[in-house]
């Protein structure tokens, strides 16, 4: 089996609840994390809620009117991680506010380019979870995974996981009672999410990430079209 210790994980828990509240988002986080640490990834995490994120769409929005912002420390944490888990809970049938602030923040930085003259984020691996007591599992990893690949994540084959309970007000993950860490469903699929994630960051980092012909930003700007023809349909 190959071996995983050199890769880094960073999963962004955007919970609505400040620390120490209990997050039923983060009980599902620690299942995933589990198996990553087993196997010697350097994990991290952060609770967003917890740090002074400003709203906006730049890399650092004190140079557009906010007194204070955290993010560019946290996006430096973003960039050091092989795979990166956007993991939230569902409000009003969507992703959290927090959720979305997140994914503004990452594409505030995702012009930048990387030494191959290709967008940040390329070579690095995207995957979500989602918790919450009413529907919209599918709703929400759909939305999570589109905007990380969008801004040059790779997704992996079943790269979420989630678990909700009955439809409507009812217990939450970790709640007594609830089933939510005893569902196999879950934990099949975080268990699967997680070790795609795992393998994926291996092929991609053991082959120096996506291949840069065709995607070069520098390249294309420079004037380079890669075999592209517009055609004359004059």
């Known amino acids: 089996m190959a071996s995983y210790g050199d890769l880094k994980a960073?999963?962004?828990n955007c919970t609505l609840?400040?620390?120490p509240e209990i997050s039923n988002t983060q009980g599902l986080i620690d299942r995933s994390a589990h198996i990553m640490t087993a196997q010697g990834v350097q994990v991290s995490q952060l609770r967003a809620?917890?740090?002074d994120i400003a709203t906006g769409v730049w890399p650092d929005m004190t140079e557009h009117g906010w007194?204070?912002?955290e993010w560019p420390a946290?996006?430096?944490q973003v960039m050091e991680a092989d795979i990166l888990v956007l993991a939230g809970p569902i409000w009003l049938g969507d992703n959290s506010s927090v959720t979305k602030k997140v994914?503004?923040?990452?594409?505030g930085n995702s012009s930048i380019l990387n030494e191959h003259g290709q967008y940040a984020y390329y070579g690095r691996i995207g995957g979500c979870l989602i918790t919450g007591n009413e529907d919209g599992v599918k709703h929400c990893a759909m939305?999570?995974?589109y905007s990380l690949q969008h801004l040059g994540y790779t997704i992996p084959p079943q790269a979420d996981a989630g678990w909700i309970g009955e439809a409507g007000p009812g217990p939450s993950y970790l709640d007594p009672g609830s089933g939510g860490p005893d569902n196999d469903f879950t934990n099949r699929n975080t268990t699967f999410m997680t070790w795609n994630l795992l393998h994926l960051a291996r092929?991609?980092?053991d082959n120096g990430g996506v291949p840069a012909h065709g995607n070069q930003r520098s390249e294309w700007d420079a004037g380079c079209r890669f075999d592209f023809e517009n055609p004359d349909y004059r």
């Open 10 to 12: 960073l999963f962004v």
């Open 17 to 19: 609840k400040r620390s």
């Open 49 to 51: 809620v917890d740090h």
């Open 67 to 69: 007194a204070t912002d």
């Open 74 to 76: 946290l996006q430096r």
């Open 103 to 107: 994914i503004e923040r990452l594409y």
């Open 143 to 145: 939305n999570v995974l």
């Open 203 to 205: 092929m991609l980092k």
